[in-house]
């Protein structure tokens, strides 16, 4: 595996594959790798020659300083994993490389018609998170040029982002969406995970056994008012320990509110439980 740095060198290499005919698919992370992101990687072996993994913590999409500093890194245990998974490249740029003119001065990438997708959910908690994705996938697009990249379905308001960005800007790449890995108590895989203590983490499962709980009222009574179980289901997740920022079911091609025609539905949730913020999503 070829762990690159630099810009050029990782354009110079994926140019290198296209004029040898060859394609390439491309994982974007912020490291601290875990089964989750292994599997996107694993899915992203089979759809194309060469397989490239970003390990990028994007300031831009963190709202407050405090969660960029506390966000867990860990570079050597990433890089062995990707060795591991047969990755072609890692590609590892540090800060003055993606923004050397500063991160304040990088122009945000504009995308026709993002609202209301980004300013809902985790866009209305963390208003600038959207824009800062946008901002480093778009560049990392440009830089990786892959011919399709694979983003995990745990993120699904950030897949449903990426996928409006492609269409609206016709960049020519394949999004694909990568399912979501669980731990056996039906707690999603997540970075974020590593900062719940032991009985924590256990009781964490919760939250998806509360959604599964939602999803099977809404498919047993389809005449049911969907707030009022989406409230019960939050009083039930505070009865546990979490404080739930929202629980909604929403239409899945756009994360606009769901009406009863709508057939493609999904539940999604964020919720903190001691010092971390969990979000979660299934499908109706
Ligand atoms: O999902 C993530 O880890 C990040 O948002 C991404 C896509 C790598 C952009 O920084």
Redesign the pocket.
């Known amino acids: 595996m070829q762990t690159i740095h630099h810009i050029t060198d990782m354009s110079s290499l994926s140019a290198r594959w296209r004029e040898q005919g060859e394609t390439s698919a491309f994982v974007?992370?912020?490291?601290n790798l875990h089964d989750g992101?292994l599997s996107l990687v694993r899915q992203a072996r089979d759809l194309a020659d060469h397989v490239v993994v970003?390990i990028?913590?994007?300031p831009?999409?963190f709202d407050r300083a405090a969660d960029l500093d506390a966000y867990p890194r860990t570079l050597e245990a990433d890089l062995d994993a990707l060795r591991a998974e047969g990755v072609d490249a890692a590609f590892v740029p540090d800060e003055q490389e993606m923004y050397p003119h500063g991160r304040e001065a990088e122009p945000p990438v504009e995308v026709p018609g993002l609202e209301p997708l980004i300013t809902t959910l985790e866009g209305e908690q963390r208003p600038g998170?959207f824009p800062?994705?946008v901002t480093?996938?778009k560049k990392?697009f440009d830089i990786v040029a892959p011919d399709v990249a694979v983003?995990?379905e745990?993120?699904f308001q950030?897949l449903r982002v990426?996928e409006h960005m492609v269409a609206t800007l016709g960049l020519p790449v394949r999004v694909v969406a990568g399912e979501t890995r669980r731990e056996a108590n039906g707690l999603a895989m997540s970075?974020r995970n590593n900062y719940l203590g032991a009985a924590e983490r256990e009781q964490a499962g919760r939250l998806h056994a509360v959604l599964q709980e939602l999803r099977r009222r809404l498919l047993a009574d389809p005449v049911a008012d969907p707030d009022a179980l989406c409230a019960e289901a939050r009083a039930e997740l505070e009865a546990a320990g979490f404080r739930p920022d929202y629980v909604v079911v929403r239409r899945a091609s756009d994360l606009a509110p769901a009406g009863p025609q709508d057939t493609d539905r999904r539940i999604l949730a964020a919720a903190w439980l001691g010092p971390a913020r969990l979000i979660d999503n299934i499908k109706v």
Request: hydrophobic residues 40%; aromatic residues 8%; without cysteine.
């Open positions: 974007p992370t912020m490291g992101h970003s990028f913590v994007n831009l999409q998170h800062g994705v480093v996938v990392l983003f995990g745990k993120d950030q990426i970075s």
